[in-house]
Nanobody, 118 residues
Framework: QVQLVEAGGGLVQPGGSLRLSCAAS????????MHWVRQAPGKGLEWVSV????????YYSDSVKGRFTISRDNAKNTMYLQMNSLKSEDTAVYYC???????????WGQGTQVTVSS
């Protein structure tokens, strides 16, 4: 079955950086677009970024564009999210999700908490 395991979250000061990873199994990772989504306390899911199958097409929400970088290593069945210049409003649980289309996803992992605070 599909499994997605996020890691790399933690507590970081404003302006700091974190790198999240997502280990995938149970499906042919290289065949699917992959997404990052997040959920801030008391809010709904917010789409963050998506990457196509071969690192060629990357899209970001306006709130993270220029600060976050999505990438993937198909040989390792792993996706990453490099987050720089973090702000307090980036505080959320971050989930990776298996895409069914560039703008839709069907499975996601258990999430990793990112807290940006001084």
């Amino acid at each position: 079955q599909v499994q997605l395991v996020e890691a790399g979250g933690g507590l970081v000061q404003p302006g700091g950086s974190l790198r999240l990873s997502c280990a995938a199994s149970g499906f042919t990772f290289s065949n699917y677009w992959m997404h990052w989504v997040r959920q801030a306390p008391g809010k709904g899911l917010e789409w963050v970024s998506v990457i196509n199958t071969a690192n060629g097409r990357l899209y970001y929400s306006d709130s993270v564009k220029g600060r976050f970088t999505i990438s993937r290593d198909n040989a390792k069945n792993t996706m990453y999210l490099q987050m720089n210049s973090l702000k307090s409003e980036d505080t959320a649980v971050y989930y990776c999700a298996k895409g069914v289309a560039p703008a839709a996803y069907d499975y996601w992992g258990q999430g990793t908490q990112v807290t940006v605070s001084s």
